[in-house]
């Protein structure tokens, strides 16, 4: 007769018919399927389990009490967090990228290839959403020269400064300040040596050498499966947490141009904004949309300098968005 024990495991990967879990930070990889009856449950995502989710899951025994064939997940766990984005613009399916986040590295660079604000901005306006700590990585820091210091100290200003994220200037090529982020993905503030970072960042920044120049031994996959459903192409894709030989856990998002605010009311986009969020309070209507109001404390700290144009800019675009789509 078959025994089965009941487990928790993290989901580390998900492949077109099954699920591998793992229970960090051990790296003993299971592979499972999901029950028919948790499929069901998350219809308003195009993926019911995430990379990173928290499982409740039961390994079939030999009769040696060892583990053997395929499992089944029959329970997901709460989750602290998740990054998501929309499959479509239009479409209000979403698709969870990936859960349980301990950090999220945005991996940015000023120039060779220039970053568009509007996109960090939304990136850290959806971490802030959904309670994902986020850093961001200035890489290609060997490229910049005197030339470029006027415009890192502004960037440092507005995202720093004003915004209150964390900034480390590094080099994956050159290997300034690698082993700084060895030491952060290896471990949690609590010591914890399950941590699960995430690692995202247009195309060209440079993420693939970063996560070289972190564990060489990691071969990233584009893992992007292409799959046909009756109303047209669709296509999905799906990411894949790896071990590094440093300690720790990532996630890499290839692919990604975009994300998107699901279930977030235009209201609420502001205070995602920490260098508004401080200031609100002082605004003379509430709500305030900070557009048109008058006495609105936002704009004033616009025309002081004290919030930056272009994240401002950034704020109203999505506020816009949000409108629009709504
Ligand atoms: P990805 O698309 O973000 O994965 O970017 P890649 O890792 O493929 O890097 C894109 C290009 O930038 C490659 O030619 C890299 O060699 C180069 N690159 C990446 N990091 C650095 C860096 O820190 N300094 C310099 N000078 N070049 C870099
Ligand atoms: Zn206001």
């Known amino acids: 007769m078959e025994v089965k024990k009941t487990r928790i495991g993290t989901v580390v990967k998900h492949t077109g018919s099954h699920y591998l879990i793992s229970e960090l930070p051990l790296w003993d990889l299971h592979p499972v399927v999901i029950r028919g009856s948790l499929r069901l449950?998350?219809?308003?995502?195009?993926?019911?389990i995430a990379v990173g989710?928290?499982?409740?899951?039961?390994?079939?025994?030999?009769?040696n009490g060892e583990i053997s064939g395929i499992g089944s997940i029959s329970k997901i766990l709460p989750r602290k967090n998740y990054i998501i984005r929309k499959s479509?613009?239009?479409?209000?399916?979403?698709?969870?990228?990936?859960?349980?986040?301990?950090?999220?590295?945005?991996?940015?660079?000023?120039?060779?290839?220039?970053?568009?604000?509007?996109?960090?901005?939304?990136?850290?306006?959806?971490?802030?959403?959904?309670?994902?700590?986020?850093k961001i990585l200035l890489n290609k820091i060997d490229l910049y020269g005197d030339s470029h210091r006027e415009l890192i100290n502004y960037f440092k200003e507005v995202?720093?400064?004003?915004?209150?994220?964390d900034i480390i200037e590094i080099s994956a090529t050159k290997g300034i300040n690698i082993q700084q982020i060895k030491e952060e993905c290896a471990k949690n503030n609590d010591n914890s040596t399950a941590k699960i970072t995430l690692f995202s960042g247009v195309s060209g920044v440079g993420k693939s050498s970063l996560i070289r120049a972190i564990d060489p031994s990691i071969k990233l996959k584009t893992n992007s499966i292409s799959s046909y459903h009756i109303q047209g192409k669709h296509?999905?894709?799906?990411?894949?947490?790896?071990?590094?030989?440093?300690?720790g856990f990532i996630i890499d998002t290839p692919g990604?141009?975009?994300?998107?605010?699901?279930?977030?009311?235009?209201?609420?986009?502001?205070?995602?904004?920490?260098?508004?969020?401080?200031?609100?309070?002082?605004?003379?209507?509430?709500p305030c949309t900070h557009t048109h109001e008058p006495g609105c404390a936002v704009k004033q700290a616009v025309e002081n300098g004290e919030i930056s144009y272009e994240r401002y800019k950034s704020y109203l675009g999505m506020l816009d968005e949000e409108t629009k789509y709504r």
């Open 159 to 165: 995202y720093h400064d004003q915004a209150g994220y």
């Open 256 to 286: 990604i141009r975009g994300f998107g605010l699901i279930d977030v009311e235009k209201e609420e986009i502001s205070t995602y904004f920490p260098e508004m969020f401080h200031i609100m309070d002082k605004c003379r209507f509430q």
């Open 88 to 134: 479509t613009n239009l479409s209000h399916q979403a698709h969870i990228i990936a859960a349980n986040i301990d950090l999220a590295y945005l991996v940015v660079t000023l120039e060779f290839p220039e970053t568009k604000w509007p996109f960090i901005d939304r990136f850290l306006v959806t971490c802030q959403a959904y309670n994902v700590p986020v």
């Open 53 to 63: 989710d928290h499982v409740e899951y039961e390994m079939p025994l030999d009769l």
């Open 41 to 48: 449950n998350g219809n308003a995502t195009t993926n019911p």
């Open 235 to 247: 296509t999905t894709t799906f990411y894949e947490m790896y071990k590094l030989g440093t300690g």
